[in-house]
């Protein structure tokens, strides 16, 4: 059994940044990729990032070059750093995680940009 935790979450102003932290209960090496993922309300869940076992990201192309994705394998947690944050990226961000056929899902943490 696999557990992603997400915290980070929060109330931001537009302009500004945030960091969301992942921490899995197992070795991130046990996975073949890891992502971040967000859902507003009425629209469909859409890719924000991912990395792979060997470094590789991608980024969906709302959010490139405004948010960073990176690892810890230390700590066994996945970060996204989101900067010039816009009230377009107010969502419930997800942190995912693939392991051969299988999908594994944190319980999301509500990101809003307002002032």
């Known amino acids: 059994q696999v557990q992603l935790v997400e915290s980070g979450g929060g109330l931001v102003q537009p302009g500004g940044p945030l960091t969301l932290s992942c921490v899995s209960s197992t070795n991130i090496f046990n996975f073949n990729a890891m992502g971040w993922y967000r859902q507003a309300p009425g629209k469909q869940r859409e890719l924000v990032a991912k990395i792979n076992v060997g470094g590789r990201t991608d980024y969906g192309d709302s959010v490139k070059g405004r948010f960073t994705i990176s690892r810890d394998t230390a700590t066994n947690t996945v970060y996204l750093q989101m900067n010039s944050l816009k009230p377009e990226d107010t969502a419930v961000y997800y942190c995912?995680?693939?392991?051969?056929?299988?999908?594994?899902w944190g319980q999301g943490t509500q990101v809003t940009v307002s002032s």
């Open positions: 995912h995680a693939h392991i051969l056929r299988n999908d594994y």
